[in-house]
């Protein structure tokens, strides 16, 4: 690494105790296109738009932009700017902000209402992530020159078009939902954040720049 990363310090330990070999190959081609895409833009000093969608942009899609986000920082991959979005508005899940800030994020709610809107820091000298639920094609996201990420199969398969994308690419996860309000909650929404994040690691450690 050229430069010290400025990360928050639990943050950085966290990195440095994810094993991207436990990455099946299977995945790794999964995983692949995002890295072409990146690689692509880096290689051509072009900004990087990455929108990561899911059906309520409420928990895996939120994992998604901050993971990513932060790798980009943690690999000093510059001109990296991370959304997320939904088929449907609905809330940012209280479980993730937990399980985020459980990992070092200093995560503050800036507004409390029905759709609490998060300010999610990871150095401290970057500007927060902005968490809120909001669909895909909302004014905060971009509206073209981008790469959809499509992380659950429902929205894959429900959002034939995301208007401006110049690449979609199906990257899916399990959702944690399947746990809520039981005993495992916490550890397997802790499970899958890990699991982004060694899958993001994974992919931003493999870019030239």
Same mark, same amino acid.
């Not at 039981?182 to 699991?195: C, F, I, M, V």
């Given at each position: 690494m050229t430069t010290q990363s400025d990360l928050f310090l639990e943050i950085e330990q966290v990195i440095k105790g994810l094993n991207p070999q436990t990455i099946s190959d299977e995945r790794k081609a999964v995983l692949q296109p995002l890295t072409d895409y990146i690689q692509t833009k880096v290689s051509q000093n072009r900004e990087i738009r990455i929108n990561f969608i899911c059906t309520h942009n409420? &928990? &895996?899609?939120?994992?998604?932009? *901050?993971? /990513?986000?932060?790798? /980009? !920082?943690? #690999?000093? =991959?510059? !001109? *990296? #700017?991370?959304?997320?979005?939904?088929?449907? &508005?609905?809330?940012? #899940?209280?479980? *993730?902000?937990?399980?985020?800030? !459980?990992?070092?994020?200093? =995560?503050? /709610?800036?507004?409390? $209402?029905? $759709?609490? *809107?998060?300010? =999610?820091?990871? /150095?401290? $000298?970057?500007?927060?992530? =902005?968490? #809120?639920?909001?669909?895909?094609d909302d004014d905060f996201n971009p509206k073209s020159e981008f790469a959809a990420i499509m992380t659950c199969s429902q929205a894959d398969g429900g959002c034939p078009f995301i208007a401006g994308a110049e690449k979609r690419i199906s990257i899916t996860f399990e959702d944690p939902k399947a746990f809520d309000n039981t005993p495992q909650q916490a550890e397997k929404y802790k499970e899958r954040s890990l699991q982004i994040a060694t899958e993001l690691f994974y992919v931003f450690s493999q870019i030239n720049s």
């Amino acid at each position: 690494m050229t430069t010290q990363s400025d990360l928050f310090l639990e943050i950085e330990q966290v990195i440095k105790g994810l094993n991207p070999q436990t990455i099946s190959d299977e995945r790794k081609a999964v995983l692949q296109p995002l890295t072409d895409y990146i690689q692509t833009k880096v290689s051509q000093n072009r900004e990087i738009r990455i929108n990561f969608i899911c059906t309520h942009n409420s &928990r &895996r899609s939120h994992l998604s932009q *901050v993971w /990513a986000q932060t790798m /980009a !920082n943690y #690999f000093h =991959i510059k !001109n *990296v #700017f991370c959304y997320s979005g939904g088929t449907e &508005r609905t809330a940012l #899940f209280p479980m *993730v902000a937990e399980t985020l800030q !459980n990992s070092g994020f200093q =995560i503050k /709610a800036i507004s409390k $209402n029905e $759709n609490p *809107v998060y300010s =999610i820091k990871y /150095a401290d $000298n970057e500007h927060p992530i =902005i968490g #809120f639920s909001k669909k895909l094609d909302d004014d905060f996201n971009p509206k073209s020159e981008f790469a959809a990420i499509m992380t659950c199969s429902q929205a894959d398969g429900g959002c034939p078009f995301i208007a401006g994308a110049e690449k979609r690419i199906s990257i899916t996860f399990e959702d944690p939902k399947a746990f809520d309000n039981t005993p495992q909650q916490a550890e397997k929404y802790k499970e899958r954040s890990l699991q982004i994040a060694t899958e993001l690691f994974y992919v931003f450690s493999q870019i030239n720049s």
